[in-house]
């Protein structure tokens, strides 16, 4: 087989990638996998899986690279990220249909998808050139200053649920300031995860050496977390395997990212227009089958409404269309693959009331609500990571703050009311890291910090210039006299 890349027709085309892998060059690889679409289990390609092995081979290569990109003109490194905004918007239908094929997005999801990696490209491009340091003083006389350097090669580790948001966020950044990366998608998602990414980038002219694409499991996550070239971690996952990283990486004082799980509070008040809550409670826990991190996960709603405001949530699940969104025009597409479809089925059936939904059929589950008992109903207690809304009333505002605070988690909240500023107040007191008044749970744009606290990750890491420029750089002290000063010996 050649190791020479080809000249696609498309950005994507398999004859180009099959049976490859991109670790900054395409080459034969050892070991392949079959890319399943979960609509209808069939084999769509066959994907490069790597090996723990594989990884410092990478990272070496990685280290080796970083340097010369490191001292490359902002501007060629910024035209570079502008050119991969572009493609991502030029190559959008090819893309969406990978994600909706390999990921079982539904067209809105796919396109929210390639609109944010072309934003996240477009927003790092500018980052090229922002300020990376400041004057300080100093007690000498002498020039003093702070100015931030690349930390060299980046560990980024995305999963298979927003597979091209959840590593181009990373991936942008980091290379802008000047770092190499070695990413790892969610094997599930090697191609719209990965692959995608190794072709924008490019096509867009990044040097060889730079970009290295392992799609592995779990044990290629821990030997990137592990090898000594690689200094930073920019993780995307579940809290249970966020502790595992943050564990590993600790030991070797590495800096980690964490952005992890959630199970975020939507809160009706008794003054919301029911039907508008209820559009964006369908919105904010059914958007891409639940499988967000930012999903709507325990709905709060007050006792005057809730009756109501189940029966419009109820109908709106009720009336939604399942199928497989590359052939049919549904609401939602597929889960991701049987064993998350029997966690959340299981969670379901251990306790509430089920007013509509709690079946499936294959991968498709139908989009459910439930009455929950009280906190210790499993589909409220934890997170599901599906279509499934658990809906909860209160009584006064300080028992929505007291419930809505009462979760490891502190990823998103939504609150609907007419009265924004009762909405800021509330908010004030219920930790989490994103907040949406008059909105439901879920969003992302490229230029706005993202992150969540408490078992929901390490805070902002994400968006913004600050937010990238803290998680992407080391900060240097530097100071410059004209002569040597006097000295007691």
């Not at 190559?91 to 609109?115: C, D, N, Q, Y």
């Not at 029911?274 to 958007?287: D, I, K, L, T």
């Amino acid at each position: 087989m050649s190791t020479e890349l080809p000249s696609p027709a498309s950005l994507l085309d398999p004859a180009v990638w099959d049976s490859r892998r991109f670790d900054g060059a395409w080459r034969p690889a050892d070991t392949v996998r079959p890319v399943v679409e979960p609509a209808t289990g069939a084999v769509l390609a066959h994907a490069a899986v790597a090996a723990p092995a594989d990884i410092a081979a990478a990272a070496s290569a990685a280290a080796a690279a970083q340097p010369d990109w490191a001292a490359t003109p902002f501007h060629v490194r910024a035209a570079v990220l502008r050119r991969a905004g572009d493609l991502f918007e030029a190559h959008a239908a090819e893309i969406h249909e990978w994600l909706m094929r390999e990921s079982g997005a539904v067209p809105m999801k796919a396109g929210f998808e390639t609109h944010v990696a072309a934003a996240e490209c477009h927003e790092a491009a500018a980052l090229a050139s922002a300020p990376i340091g400041e004057l300080i003083p100093s007690e000498s006389p002498r020039l003093s200053m702070a100015r931030r350097v690349p930390v060299g090669v980046v560990g980024v580790i995305a999963p298979f649920n927003a597979p091209l948001i959840l590593g181009i966020r990373s991936v942008a950044a980091a290379l802008t300031l000047g770092n190499a990366v070695v990413l790892k998608p969610d094997p599930r998602t090697a191609v719209c995860g990965g692959v995608a990414m190794a072709r924008v980038f490019e096509e867009a002219g990044l040097p060889a050496g730079l970009l290295h694409l392992v799609p592995g499991g779990p044990d290629v996550g821990e030997a990137i977390v592990t090898d000594p070239n690689i200094r930073v971690i920019s993780f995307t996952g579940s809290t249970r395997a966020g502790r595992a990283v943050a564990e590993a990486g600790g030991r070797l004082l590495k800096r980690v990212h964490l952005e992890l799980g959630g199970n975020s509070a939507l809160l009706v008040l008794d003054d919301a227009d029911v039907e508008a809550a209820a559009s964006a409670a369908a919105f904010g826990s059914f958007f891409h089958q639940g499988q967000i991190c930012m999903t709507a996960g325990r709905h709060l709603v007050h006792e005057r409404l809730h009756d109501a405001f189940v029966d419009a949530l109820t109908a709106k699940a009720a009336a939604m269309t399942v199928g497989d969104p590359f052939t049919d025009k549904v609401d939602l597409g597929p889960v991701i693959d049987a064993g998350q479809r029997e966690k959340m089925h299981a969670l379901v059936r251990a306790g509430g009331q089920v007013t509509t939904g709690g079946t499936y059929e294959d991968l498709f589950y139908r989009p459910t609500v439930v009455r929950a008992e009280d906190g210790a109903t499993p589909v409220w207690r934890e997170e599901v990571f599906g279509p499934v809304a658990p809906v909860r009333t209160f009584s006064s505002e300080e028992e929505a703050v007291r419930l809505a605070a009462e979760s490891d988690y502190g990823l998103s909240l939504g609150i609907i009311t007419r009265d924004v500023m009762k909405a800021l107040d509330l908010a004030e007191r219920i930790p989490t890291g994103i907040v949406h008044i008059n909105d439901q749970t879920v969003g992302d744009e490229a230029h706005a910090p993202f992150g969540g606290v408490r078992a929901s990750g390490t805070g902002a890491r994400f968006g913004g210039r600050a937010a990238n420029t803290e998680a992407f750089t080391e900060t240097r002290w530097i100071t410059a006299q004209s002569r040597p000063g006097p000295y007691p010996w």
